[in-house]
Every structure is written in structure tokens, then in C-alpha cells.
């Protein structure tokens, strides 16, 4: 097996506290000379919340921000590979495998992905057989994880999938953050009897946990001790008690060693607490108990620079140093890919499809509700005649189909957010680049979910409006389609590009509202363009639904006549109406009017604005899920 060796780490983090006008930075330390021999078997890291165990973890694992980090890691003795992230296995604290996918789903697609091409699909499948009969998932191999709207297999089945995906390349290390956790103790027995087997087997399994049992502390090899950032102890599990006994402090017998670590560290604050009953203002007990605390730990972490086993730790760690005097610093962020771009992005669509199939409400739900606006919009708008008010409410409803398909792209937001932990953790792991996973995001989402509910909203509208529904032409029936489609497509990529790299889905739904509350302002209904302030007018050019509503009209309004009535006392009245409430009568007096260009040209550039600002848009959202921060 490998073994981990790691020299003096120091980490350092900067704190902003404060309001925007006056915010002060402060340097916050979270682990200071922090030494260590991590051997094949089960090697823990153990202590209180908030002493820096998932810090240590993620720095060992070479998946920390490298900023204000300092100290070496060594592997075998040599330095940590550049790639060492993709090299080894991590399983986060949340569960990042995909609910809507079975368990033999999961683990074909990790093997897909981290697996090189040379290892055929026979040994593929026969890898993924192989772990789920190690991990003991035979019986639900074939049923869902389950998601938050469907049930799927138990918690400990999760966790056993989530180190499944993990295991597929073999590593020789193995890193978990806090595997326990959201388990009962029983299952999380057995999590941690299944890693005794695997440490059994030659791997380094390396992993922070939070006040185990006793029966899982029997499994340990290796302890170490964290509080506020230094290490209290590091050395066998089995010999801890005895070495806390050295320095005085006593077990119980029937004391759980982890627990009895814990109040020691603690100073066994409970305790205090309790004979504390006539105690002073409870802000200063409290801001004394933690400067109490900070010292207790530093004294301990004193003691164990003075003891036998820092000793002996330290001249091992000196020994490989010196043989790595003339090393190179490694390049934390370099990710090495085992597939192709075009592999790589076959897998992700793949799965990416059977996700949108596996969980219908939101696709289905899309669909219906678009079925339904569309009657409904239908029905309000029927049978739209050639006279004044004719024109009134083909503009009416024009503006409206733009509107809505602006609005109804508002659900594209969800699409990065709520798979951020998943893609974070998978683009680290090596599975795929930026790219693949972007270009099957789109495909996934712009043909499914913005392309067939303009096609229904077209069709369903375009045939209850009007006498023959609205102008009885093929050209102006499929104009209108991809009017909309585009429509769609620009205000999606808008929504994309808001949302990409935001953790909350309330601010990027706030940030789209306000934008399309503006752009609907210059979309040519509310407010005449020609008629605005020169200094305001260029805001036009930013407006989706003005190059929709712009393109609809004069697809629709181009050589209509509003006063051509048969009955001559209906067409007295249109005319009257005409002249003196300046109405207009035919379409492309009210265009002309309006500002806005009837040629051929008039009508194509809208949908060349509305591309190029698609583009715009798929370009800022593709950089900004390339440089979101990816590192804890």
C-alpha cells in the first residue's frame, strides 16, 4: 500500500467581517505545524467541530484552495503527482450520486468516465459487478438511489454506492469526509467494517469522524487528535488511552475512548457547566470557556511535541525530507482526463437525458401548463377580427407570447444550482471537462424543455386566433415558431448565464425577474420607442422581448387592412375611428408609426440580434462554471 507522509502544514484563511463601505480583513489560522504518518489500514482524524479535521482531509487529498497553504505532502516518499486528485479516491460528506439513476447506473458511469479507453466494456461491467458484490449491493443493484420526490435504497446503501463510484479505479488512498454522518449507529458500523476490510486489503483509507462508537473506534489503526488546529495526538488508536493516562487524566471503564478524547479537549466543558449553577453573566462564562479551551489545547499540543511518539514521527518525516531536498513544488491544479472530449460528453448527455426522463414533474409539468396557457390565451383572443379593435388585440396578444416565453425560461436557473456539489466534486475527480459537461446541460435542457413547448404554444395559438387563424401562409406560420423558439432560447441562455456558479436559487431568480421587468418596459407596448429620451434609447437593444414582439408584428401585421368593413355603417365608424382617435388603418401605417422597419431585412435582423445575444449569453455562462471557485 501507499503511504502518506505530510510535514509541517500550515493553513491560513482570510476572514472579510463587516459591511460592504467598511469590511476588514482578518487572517484566520486553521491548522499550524501539523505533522504525520498515514500508513495502509483505517487512519482517523479525530476531534471537535471546528478544529480543522475536514481542512486536514482536504489538504491531504490535494483539494484545498493552495492559497495561504504551506508544509509538503509526500507520497512513498516522493512528492504528491500534480494529478493526485484524479489518482485517488474521495467520498464527500453529502451524497453526490445521481438519484434518478439506478445503483449498476452510478457505478458504469464512474467506470465510463475514469476508466481509460483501453480497458474494454466487458471489464468494465465485470469492475462494476465485482465492487457491487464487495460492497454487498446485489439486491438493489438494479433499483433507483431515490431522489427528495421518489423513495430509493437506505442511507448506509447510499453511502456504500457513493464509496462504490470511488473504488472503480482501484487508488491506493482513500479519502471520506465524515462517512457516518446522517447514518444510525448500525449502519455506520457497518460502512466502517466494510473500510476494515478494504484497509485489510492494502489500502490507505484516510477519514475524519465525529464521536464514534466504541465498536467502531476497536477498528482504527491510526488516531489523529485535532483541537483548534494542532495536533494533540498522532500515533496508534489503541495506545491514545494509555498515553492521556501518562498525563493523568483517567478512562472510565465504561467510558467510550472517542467521547472520553473529546471531554479532554473540551476541558469536559458539560461538567463545568453544570457545577457552574450560580455562574455570572452568561457571555463572559462563555467567552472564558473559550479562551480556556484555546489554551487547554495549546498545553496539550505542547505535551505531545515533548512525547515519544511526535519523536519518532518526526525523525521518520526528517529522514524522507532529506531525500527530497532538490524537489519541485507540484502543480496543485492540474486535472488529467482517462477519456476523450467526445466520450466524455456522449456519457454526460447520457445521463443527463435519463435524468430528465427519471424525474417528469418538471418536464411534464412544462408541457402541460404550456397546453394550457396556450387554450387559455386562445380562447381570450378568439375569432380576432379586421377592425380597430383587431388590431389592439393582435398586438395584446403578441406581447403576451413574448412575455410568457421570457418568463417560462425562468426554470433554466435551476439547472446549474442544483447539481453544483455534484459537478464540483465530479470535475475535480477527473470525470469530464467544463465543456462536456456545459454542451450536454444545453442539449438536455434546449431541445427538450424550450423547443417542443414552442412548437405546441404555436401551433395551438396560432389556429383559434384570427377568423382562419392568423395569416392562413406557411411562411408566416413557421416565421412565427421560430420566432418564439428563439425567444426562448435567448431569454434561457440570459437565465444560464445569471445563474452559473450561484449556490442559491432565490438571488439568480431575483437577478432574471428585475432584468425581464426592464426589457419588457422597451419591448414596444408600454411605451412608444420613437418617443423616448435619445440619453434612454439605447436601452432598447438590450430587450429580448422587443425583437420577438418586433418580428411577431411584422410578420403578422404587414398588409392587413383594419378599415375595410362590408358593412358600410361599421366602415363609416372605423373610419371616424381612424381620423380622429388616431387609430391606424392598415398594419403598416401602425409599424411605421411604431418605428419599426417592414422590409425583409427589418424582420431577419431581430433574429440575428436575438442569436448573437444567445452566444453573448452561453459564453459568459460557460466562463463563469469555468472559473467558479472549485476548491473548498
Not at 501507499?2 to 467598511?22: E, Q
Not at 482526463?337 to 435524468?355: G, P
Not at 431585412?601 to 444567445?614: P, S
Amino acid at each position: 500500500g501507499s503511504i502518506l507522509t505530510f510535514h509541517n502544514i500550515c493553513y491560513h484563511v482570510k476572514m472579510k467581517t463587516g459591511f460592504l463601505c467598511c469590511q476588514k480583513t482578518a487572517n484566520k489560522e486553521v491548522l499550524r505545524h501539523v505533522n504525520g504518518i498515514m500508513r495502509p489500514g483505517l487512519n482517523a482524524i479525530l476531534g471537535p467541530t471546528g478544529s480543522g479535521k475536514s481542512s486536514l482531509l482536504d489538504i491531504l487529498a490535494a483539494r484545498k484552495d493552495p492559497h495561504g497553504l504551506s508544509g509538503d505532502i509526500f507520497i512513498n516518499g516522493a512528492p504528491q503527482p500534480a494529478n493526485f486528485k484524479c489518482t485517488s479516491g474521495y467520498v464527500v460528506q453529502d451524497d453526490v450520486v445521481m438519484g434518478t439513476l439506478t445503483v449498476r447506473e452510478n457505478l458504469k458511469f464512474s467506470a465510463a468516465l475514469r476508466l481509460p479507453k483501453s480497458v474494454k466494456e466487458q471489464e468494465k461491467n465485470e469492475r462494476v459487478n465485482q465492487i457491487i458484490r464487495e460492497l454487498g449491493l446485489s439486491k438493489v443493484a438494479d433499483s433507483k438511489v431515490g431522489t427528495q420526490f421518489t423513495r430509493g435504497v437506505s442511507g448506509g446503501e447510499r453511502k456504500r454506492t457513493n464509496i462504490g463510484m470511488e473504488l472503480i479505479t482501484d487508488p491506493a488512498i482513500l479519502f471520506l469526509d465524515e462517512p457516518t454522518t446522517g447514518l444510525d449507529a448500525s449502519t455506520a458500523n457497518a460502512v466502517l467494517l466494510l473500510m476494515k476490510r478494504m484497509a485489510k486489503q492494502g489500502k490507505t483509507i484516510i477519514f475524519s469522524i465525529h464521536q464514534p462508537r466504541y465498536s467502531i473506534f476497536r477498528l482504527f489503526d491510526n488516531l489523529t487528535l485535532l483541537a483548534a488546529g494542532r495536533v494533540l495526538y498522532h500515533g496508534p488508536a489503541q495506545h491514545a488511552i494509555e498515553y492521556f493516562q501518562s498525563m493523568g487524566y483517567e478512562c472510565e471503564p465504561y467510558n467510550n475512548p472517542a467521547d472520553f478524547f473529546l471531554d479532554i479537549i473540551n476541558g469536559d466543558s458539560t461538567a463545568v457547566a453544570m457545577s457552574e449553577t450560580n455562574g455570572t453573566n452568561t457571555a463572559e462564562s462563555t467567552e472564558e470557556c473559550t479562551e480556556y479551551d484555546k489554551t487547554l489545547a495549546e498545553k496539550l499540543a505542547e505535551k505531545y511535541s515533548n512525547s515519544a511518539y511526535y519523536q519518532e514521527t518526526k525523525a521518520i518525516l526528517e529522514n524522507i525530507s532529506l531525500g527530497n531536498k532538490k524537489k519541485t513544488k507540484a502543480v496543485f491544479r492540474q486535472i488529467t482526463y482517462a477519456n476523450s472530449f467526445l466520450h466524455q460528453l456522449k456519457w454526460v448527455s447520457k445521463r443527463t437525458f435519463k435524468n430528465l426522463v427519471g424525474n417528469p414533474q418538471a418536464s411534464v409539468a412544462q408541457l402541460c401548463v404550456t397546453a394550457f396557457l396556450g387554450l387559455v390565451v386562445g380562447a381570450i383572443f378568439f375569432g380576432l377580427k379586421e377592425d380597430s379593435t383587431g388590431l389592439q388585440n393582435r398586438v395584446g396578444a403578441m406581447f403576451f407570447l413574448t412575455t410568457n416565453q421570457c418568463f417560462s425560461s425562468v426554470s433554466a436557473i435551476e439547472l446549474f444550482i442544483v447539481e453544483k456539489k455534484t459537478f464540483t466534486h465530479e470535475y475535480i475527480s477527473g470525470y469530464y471537462r467544463t465543456s462536456a459537461y456545459f454542451i450536454s446541460k444545453l442539449m438536455a435542457d434546449l431541445i427538450p424543455m424550450r423547443t417542443i413547448p414552442s412548437i405546441i404554444f404555436t401551433c395551438i395559438i396560432y389556429f383559434m386566433l384570427g377568423k382562419y387563424g392568423l395569416k392562413p401562409t406557411v411562411e408566416a406560420f413557421f416565421t412565427m415558431m421560430f420566432t418564439l423558439m428563439m425567444v426562448s432560447y435567448t431569454a434561457t441562455s440570459m437565465a444560464l448565464a445569471i445563474a452559473a456558479g450561484q449556490s442559491v436559487v432565490a438571488v439568480a431568480n431575483l437577478l432574471m425577474t428585475i432584468t425581464f421587468v426592464f426589457m419588457i418596459i422597451f419591448s414596444g407596448l408600454m411605451v412608444n420607442l420613437t418617443s423616448i429620451m435619445s440619453w434612454l434609447s439605447w436601452l432598447k437593444y438590450f430587450s429580448i422581448p422587443r425583437y420577438g414582439m418586433t418580428a411577431l408584428q411584422i410578420n403578422e401585421l404587414t398588409g392587413l387592412n383594419f378599415c375595410s368593413s362590408s358593412n358600410i355603417t361599421n366602415l363609416i365608424s372605423d373610419i371616424y375611428k381612424c381620423v380622429f382617435i388616431r387609430r391606424w388603418c392598415t398594419g403598416d401605417e401602425y409599424l411605421k408609426n411604431q418605428g419599426i422597419d417592414v422590409s425583409s431585412w427589418g424582420l431577419w435582423q431581430n433574429h440575428l440580434a436575438l442569436a448573437c445575444m444567445t452566444v453573448i449569453f452561453l459564453i459568459i455562462a460557460y466562463l463563469k462554471l469555468h472559473f467558479m471557485k472549485k476548491f473548498s
